[in-house]
Structures are given as C-alpha cells and as structure tokens.
C-alpha cells in the first residue's frame, strides 16, 4: 500500500515541483496525512487484492497478474452508477494503482530458508 501511495503522492503537481526526493517527502509528512491517504487508497486496493485469485508465487518474485485480468476483476467491483467515461477513467486508474501495489509488494520469502 506505501508503493501506491508514494506514488499517488509523487504524481502531485506540488511534490514534483518541489524537487524533494518521494522517500524525504513520504517521511515528512504526518501520520495523520499518512493515514488519509492510505485509508482512502485501502477501500480503492484492497477490495480489489481480495477479489483476484490465489496464484503460486516462487520464492524470490513477486505476485503478478495480467492487466486484463486486473481490469476485469475492477470492473466487476466498480458500480454502475458511474458514467460511462467516468466509469471507464475509473478502472483504469484502479488498475494502475493495484498494479503499483503489487509491484511494490515484497519478494517472496523461502520458507525452506527461513526454517534453518
């Protein structure tokens, strides 16, 4: 979730005037800014992680999935209630920020190492 969120914060006309490296300005901002963030970006994410299927991950990667299959799986989740261009703006912002959370997401550990 710090992967998406630095990267909503670095996408910021403010932060990328400012010239600060993301981990400074991630680090000086509040707990409380931390948490808005992270809490409005959770309800976006999380749903989302859940609803995609369990897949194997070697020890060493990361956990991945196509982008159709992420798209498809924010679509079934957003409402439709949404505009048709809105909806579609919506899904394919959902998909990047999953996709960011994902990558953000650290190796996988061998737990055959970790038992020695």
């Not at 159709?68 to 394919?92: H, M, N, W, Y």
Request: aromatic share 4%.
């Amino acid at each position: 979730m710090t992967g998406a969120a630095k990267s909503v914060v670095a996408a910021g006309k403010e932060f990328r005037k400012s010239g600060v490296d993301i981990d400074a300005h991630w680090d000086g901002m509040d707990r409380y800014e931390r948490f808005k963030l992270l809490d409005a970006l959770g309800s976006q994410i999380l749903p989302v992680l859940i609803a995609l299927p369990d897949v194997e991950v070697a020890p060493g990667t990361r956990p991945s999935y196509p982008n159709r299959q992420v798209s498809e799986t924010v679509a079934g989740l957003a409402g439709d209630d949404l505009g048709r261009l809105r909806r579609a703006a919506t899904i394919k912002i959902r998909t990047a920020l999953v996709q960011t959370a994902l990558a953000s997401v650290p190796p996988r550990l061998d737990p055959d190492a970790l038992s020695g």
